[in-house]
C-alpha cells in the first residue's frame, strides 16, 4: 500500500496533542523519531468509518526566527500559512482529530484520496458540495485540480463537470 506523508503534522485528541510527521499508510497516527508511529496517535485503517477534510484556514507563524536568521529581511518572511483538519471517524463512534499546516484542502485530498479509497473509506469534505457563495468557475477550478492530482479519475471528474454545470 502507499505511503502518504505530511510534514507538518499534528495530532489533536483525543488525549495529548502531538506534531511531528503525519503517516498515512495501515494506519493514520503521527511519527515520533526515525518515523516510528507514536501509539496514542496511531488509528487504523480498518476501524475508520469516514475521514472528513476541511480547510482549517490560516495559521499566524511567528517571524522571530527568520528575523534573528535574516535581520530586516525577515520582517517580510509571510506571516500565515494554511491550515488542513482532518477528522477520522472511527466505526466504534469515537473521532480523532489531525491538522496538516503549510498545504491546502484539495492538495491534502489528492494525496489522502488513493490511500483511502484503496481502504474503502468513505471521504467527505466541505470542498467538495458547492455553495451558494462559490461560483461555477470556482467549482470547475476545484474540480480540474482534484483531477489533475490524482482524486478524481476521468469518469468521477466527467460526471461532477456534468452536476456543476447542470447548476
Known amino acids: 500500500m502507499k505511503t502518504v506523508r ?4 499534528k495530532y489533536l485528541g483525543p488525549g495529548r496533542a502531538t506534531a511531528g510527521m503525519l503517516i498515512i499508510k495501515d494506519y493514520i ?7 516510528i508511529a507514536l501509539k496514542h496517535t496511531q488509528t487504523s485503517l480498518v476501524d475508520i468509518a469516514s475521514v ?12 522571530a526566527g527568520k528575523v534573528a536568521l535574516l535581520g530586516p529581511l ?4 509571510k506571516r500565515t500559512q494554511g491550515s488542513v483538519a482532518i ?3 472511527k466505526k466504534d463512534g469515537e473521532d480523532a482529530y489531525y491538522e496538516v499546516l503549510g498545504m491546502t484542502t484539495i492538495e491534502v485530498r489528492g494525496q489522502l484520496a488513493p490511500v483511502l479509497k484503496a481502504a474503502d473509506i468513505v471521504i467527505a469534505s466541505e470542498e467538495s458540495a458547492p455553495t451558494a457563495s462559490s461560483s461555477v468557475a470556482d467549482e ?3 474540480l480540474v485540480a482534484l ?3 490524482g482524486a478524481l479519475n476521468d469518469e468521477e471528474f466527467a460526471e461532477q463537470k456534468a452536476k456543476v454545470l447542470a447548476g
Open 6 to 9: 505530511f510534514a507538518k503534522g
Open 29 to 35: 497516527g503521527i511519527a515520533g523519531p526515525y518515523q
Open 52 to 63: 472528513t477534510i476541511e480547510g482549517g484556514g490560516d495559521v499566524k507563524k511567528s517571524r
Open 74 to 77: 525577515g520582517l517580510l518572511a
Open 87 to 89: 477528522t477520522v471517524h
Open 140 to 142: 470547475l477550478t476545484k
Open 147 to 149: 483531477h489533475e492530482c
